[in-house]
């Protein structure tokens, strides 16, 4: 049978489907800025990203992407803010993990559907996250950190971006497999847990490669594994969590495009295919690669399924740690 590779087979669909962007074209849109809305503070890496996507893909909508922060509840609010407006294509999350799988798999009251009230677009990027140490913490590595903890029960505290959030799962998996005991001190944000982080408050926490590499360089927190299946261009002598000896901790993060449930098919396929567009040009996957997350587009579909499958696998993560669900 013949395969195709990721970009072969997008632009195989485009053909197949171009007839529905020329009918988005036809109806005008869009004819007034887009939003954009990023379900976090200004700072952390979906903030970035969303920011240096938006120049880009106004240029080739013909529109302003104005990115706004709708930050509050694990990114929930924004997510919640999407699934609520209007289907008309004018506003569009830019997704990640702890809004849509964890929160999926973890809310027990949440305001939306992930799965009927959001309509996958296109992941953007992918990326890997990292175990960080607070800069004079004695512990160096995987190891050590381990070694400290047991002889320490009880002493130290990781830092998340709040209950239940992709780094406060991360850190519950890694003391159920290392088997030492550690506080869970949850945030609001990536740069209050940063700031306590290098003021003594907490001793590590898992964030994302990207945002915490330039306080690794300045010397504020010290990097100790990567959370992904090799080492990373970004920090190439940071070993992964496999060499650690820990290789069932932590997925691949990302960031996508999502809008509401009823939106036109025409819009979705010209929002992907101008995003797509955007993601292939070589200077802007080298600014994404620079700062360690590498642009990763798919197909709603393709999308759609990573949705389905990382949700079915945190719920069973969630189960095995004895996570408290909100």
């Known amino acids: 049978m013949q395969t195709f590779s990721p970009r072969r087979r997008h632009v195989v669909g485009a053909i197949a489907l171009a007839p529905l962007a020329a009918m988005a074209q036809k109806s005008g849109w869009p004819d007034r800025p887009v939003r954009l809305i990023v379900g976090w503070p200004p700072g ?15 240029r080739r909508l013909g529109q302003p992407v104005i990115v706004e922060n709708r930050a509050g509840a694990s990114g929930r609010i924004g997510a919640q803010q999407v699934a609520r407006s209007e289907p008309d294509g004018y506003t569009v999350l830019f997704g990640a993990p702890s809004e849509l799988t964890i929160a999926a798999a973890t809310v027990l009251s949440l305001p939306y559907d992930p799965f009927k009230d959001l309509q996958p677009v296109t992941q953007v990027v992918s990326g890997a996250f990292m175990l960080v140490a607070q800069a004079n913490f004695p512990a160096a590595s995987v190891g050590e950190l381990v070694s400290y ?12 971006y709040g ?5 406060h799962i991360y850190g519950a998996q890694f003391c159920a497999a290392a088997g030492i005991q550690a506080t869970h001190v949850p945030y609001k944000g990536g740069a209050p847990a940063w700031n306590d982080m290098m003021a003594g408050q907490v001793q590590f926490m898992f964030d994302n490669a990207a945002v915490l590499m330039p306080l690794v360089r300045a010397g504020r927190m010290k990097a100790l594994a990567v959370l992904s299946p090799e080492r990373i261009r970004l920090s190439p002598g940071t070993p992964t969590m496999a060499e650690a000896g820990y290789a069932e901790i932590g997925m691949r993060s990302w960031l996508g495009l999502l809008v509401p449930a009823k939106t036109s098919p025409a819009i979705v396929k010209l929002l992907h295919d101008e995003v797509a567009a955007v ?13 360690g997350m590498p642009a990763h587009g798919s197909t709603p579909a393709e999308f759609a399924q990573v949705l389905r499958s990382e949700t079915a696998t945190l719920k069973a993560l969630v189960h095995k740690l004895g996570l408290k669900l909100e």
């Open 44 to 58: 952390g890496s979906a903030d970035v990203v969303a920011r240096l996507l938006a120049e880009p893909l106004g």
């Open 149 to 160: 903890a047991k002889s320490n029960p009880g002493k130290l505290n990781y830092a998340s």
């Open 163 to 167: 209950n239940n959030t992709t780094n």
């Open 279 to 291: 993601l292939a040009a070589p200077e802007f996957a080298a600014q994404l690669e620079d700062r």
